[in-house]
């Protein structure tokens, strides 16, 4: 298909190319009026527009059939690219599973045997302070920043620029 379609591209720029040809008058009608043996002018000139009649639409045919072909492969392309993107996502499933089983980890993490499971309930809020004081958050507040006297501020201008006298 594609090399109808260049053939059909070449056919259609020589074309125009021997009729830019006789536009400027470089190839002589009448000389083409005579080899061909036709009656006139006119009827050289109605030849040669069949002819590219004929050429501009068979290029339009083969240009709309070779878009469809490449749409068509294009579909065909992304369905093999789905369907292969969702057997490797199965695939790798499949592989994490084998290694999950073959290194004996479990699925569900158990609690860690260091800490108790369950902490009791407290009776009171000052109870057990030192359990407590496991637990809790420790807040810092943030450092205040350095202040500086107006007078030495470096980002300050100087407060007179006359030259001295």
Excluded: C
Excluded at 34 to 48: E, P, Q, S, V
Excluded at 58 to 71: D, G, M, Q, R, S
């Amino acid at each position: 298909m594609e090399s109808f379609k260049k053939f059909v591209n070449i056919l259609v720029m020589v074309y125009l190319l021997i009729a830019l040809l006789f536009l400027l008058r470089i190839l002589s009608v009448s000389k083409f009026v005579m080899l061909f043996d036709l009656a006139t002018h006119a009827d050289f000139f109605n030849r040669l527009l069949w002819v590219g009649v004929v050429l501009l639409l068979a290029e339009l045919l083969v240009e709309n059939v070779y878009i469809a072909t490449l749409k068509r492969s294009l579909e065909r392309e992304s369905r093999l690219h789905t369907e292969l993107k969702a057997k490797h996502t199965e695939w790798k499933a499949k592989h994490y599973d084998q290694q999950l089983k073959a290194s004996g980890a479990p699925l569900i993490p158990e609690p860690d045997p260091a800490r108790p499971a369950a902490v009791p309930p407290q009776t009171s809020p000052r109870a057990d302070t030192a359990a407590n004081h496991d637990e809790q958050l420790i807040i810092t507040p943030a450092p205040m920043p350095p202040t500086l006297n107006p007078d030495e501020n470096p980002n300050l201008p100087p407060a007179d620029h006359r030259p001295l006298v």
